[in-house]
Nanobody, 125 residues
Framework: QVQLVESGGGLVQVGDSLRLSCAASGRTFSSVAMGWFRQAPGKEREFVAAISRWSGVLTSYTDSVKGRFTISRDNAKNTTYLQMNSLKPEDTAVYYC?????????????????WGQGTQVTVSS
């Protein structure tokens, strides 16, 4: 089991940038594929981005964030990041870090083995 702790959320203006961090513990971090999901009020939790385990050569993004968000990982720091640029009001949500300790990317809720507690991102217009 992997323990995940997110940080970096906050209140920003439209067009601003924000970087979320997710610190992992409890398992060899490099062997875990990582991802980010988000959940807006009244909506279901949705996939945002994912990165493969080991070197992180594979990444995946939902269409609405392509070109604006970047997921990365630093195995030496046991941390994954989500760099969010050109933020929009529709990006407002609680962002959850996710981990998958087996092959494949955590691109759906059913593929996630561990969740963080979430961090709020609010984009004000």
């Amino acid at each position: 089991q992997v323990q995940l702790v997110e940080s970096g959320g906050g209140l920003v203006q439209v067009g601003d940038s924000l970087r979320l961090s997710c610190a992992a513990s409890g398992r060899t971090f490099s062997s875990v594929a990582m991802g980010w999901f988000r959940q807006a009020p009244g909506k279901e939790r949705e996939f945002v981005a994912a990165i493969s385990r080991w070197s992180g050569v594979l990444t995946s993004y939902t269409d609405s964030v392509k070109g604006r968000f970047t997921i990365s990982r630093d195995n030496a720091k046991n941390t994954t990041y989500l760099q969010m640029n050109s933020l929009k009001p529709e990006d407002t949500a609680v962002y959850y870090c996710a981990a998958r300790s087996r092959d494949g990317l955590p691109r759906t809720i059913s593929l996630v083995d561990s969740w963080g507690q979430g961090t709020q991102v609010t984009v004000s217009s």
